[in-house]
């Protein structure tokens, strides 16, 4: 997923996760191989290295150019949406199907990955864990001390607003003034009678809202043995349930169609936003909007995102080899880094490039009318997030968060008590393991 300067101070404040998905878009391609530049695989003998993701935006274009860089390399690409990915994987163990060569995996599934037992060890190939951000490292490092793969980017995650909506419900666009009216979320609400009143919105979707409170609480989704589902679902939706009895919440499922469409109205003001959805989703939905956007801490700085490349113990030698190469490439080295930054706006992991000004820096302010949002997500908020560990089941949770807010938005009636009940029947039937406790 998730650009200015990352300090030293990074390094300590992400030392825990980096949480759900660098975007979530689809589409398929095979690229062919050009250019003159010499084999990152020492034989400089065709190798073919086959990848399943829904990561499109960034994966795709980044093939192309190590393509054009390493003629004997080439990749088959092949679409995965984000939640059919660990089950086709499975599906394919089960089958004695062949696995890709590079597996992506959602900062969300990182526990499931580990538990598949089905993916190198990149220390064994040279990775040097040094050099990249604690958190990362952690996040991919297994009980026994693999480390499975590498995330490739950073996920400060903030909250976008269209600044002529914004100045014609509050009278003003200024970050700075925006920022001093929405500390806590109780703002939201209470400055959402401004919004009611003209007639808007204060954000499009209630399960977008609820994606927000589920990665900036601080509640643990497990603890041990034990799914902490009641005091994490009530801290998210208790929330939803206040926006949405306040009437400044609309009822788009979020990110389909037509809640995408809304980043191009006039109808609504806010948007969580992930650094990575600057791309994914603000610049691709609302494309005259360069200038129209803002950006404000939201009331707990947080991490929404993250998606770790690894390599199939299935795979060839040769594969392993170049697959290496190309990760490293991609996220240790300026070339690759730099693809990520320009091609997706991924800030990479590296250390040396993370706490580098000059690399961080956005190339897309000007959507943001000049505002120095790389100061603001990559020092600011990325030195405040808050991340918590991750479950082997946690998406079993997200789909419950994402069903019973779309419930809570359908059915206007719908208690706290009511979306606790019904989620906790929906979590019991995904959770099949007997040595698990849901409170």
């Known amino acids: 997923m998730k650009k200015k300067i990352l300090s030293v101070m990074l390094i300590a404040a992400l030392t825990v996760t980096m949480a759900a998905g660098c975007g979530k878009t689809g589409g398929a391609a095979k690229t062919d191989g050009g250019g003159s530049a010499a084999s990152a695989d020492a034989s400089g003998e065709d190798v073919t290295l086959t990848y399943w993701g829904w990561d499109s935006n960034y994966a795709w274009p980044r093939f192309e150019k190590y393509e054009s860089l390493h003629p004997n390399v080439h990749f088959e690409a092949t679409a995965v949406e984000w939640g059919d990915m660990l089950t086709k994987t499975q599906q394919a163990l089960a089958s004695g199907s062949e696995l890709p060569t590079i597996i992506p995996m959602d900062n969300a599934l990182i526990e499931n990955w580990k538990d598949m037992d089905i993916l190198e060890d990149l220390t064994a190939y040279g990775l040097d864990t040094s050099e990249f951000i604690d958190s990362a ?3 991919c490092t297994t009980k026994d001390g693999k480390v499975i793969g590498m995330f490739t980017c950073v996920c400060p995650s903030g909250i976008a607003y269209k600044r002529d909506v914004a100045k014609e419900v509050f009278g003003t666009d200024d970050p700075t003034e925006l ?5 806590t979320y109780d703002d939201y609400v209470n400055n959402g009678a401004k919004a009611k009143s003209a007639g808007k919105y204060m954000f499009h979707s209630g399960q977008a809202v609820a994606e927000w409170f589920y990665f900036a609480s601080d509640v643990e989704t497990q603890t041990g043995n034990t799914l902490n589902y009641t005091k994490k679902m009530t801290d998210v939706f208790s929330k939803v349930i206040a926006l949405r009895d306040a009437g400044v919440l609309d009822t788009y499922a979020n ?3 037509e809640g995408n469409a809304t980043y191009a109205d006039k109808d609504h003001i806010f948007y969580p936003c992930p650094d990575w959805a600057i791309t994914y989703y603000i610049e691709t939905n609302d494309p005259d909007g360069k200038g129209n956007w803002g950006l404000i801490k939201a009331p707990v700085s947080y991490s929404h995102g993250g998606t770790a490349l690894g390599i199939s113990t299935s795979a060839t030698d040769a594969q392993k080899k170049a697959a290496y190469d190309f990760i490293h490439w991609a996220i240790a080295e300026q070339e690759g880094a730099e693809a990520g930054r320009d091609l997706a706006g991924f800030i990479t992991t590296y250390k040396k490039l993370t706490t580098d000004p000059s690399f961080t820096k956005r190339a897309d302010e000007d959507w943001f009318a000049g505002q120095d949002i790389s100061t603001l997500l990559y020092t ?9 560990a991750s479950s082997p089941w946690e998406n079993s949770m997200v789909s419950v968060r994402n069903d019973i807010a779309q419930q809570l938005m359908d059915d206007k009636s719908m208690t706290l008590e009511n979306a606790l009940s019904v989620g906790l029947e929906e979590l019991q039937q995904l959770v099949t393991d007997s040595s698990i406790t849901i409170e």
């Open 137 to 139: 490292v952690e996040k």
């Open 380 to 388: 600011e908020i990325a030195n405040e997030m808050a991340v918590v």
């Open 179 to 183: 920022q001093n009216m929405f500390k």
């Open 255 to 257: 990110g389909t169609a």
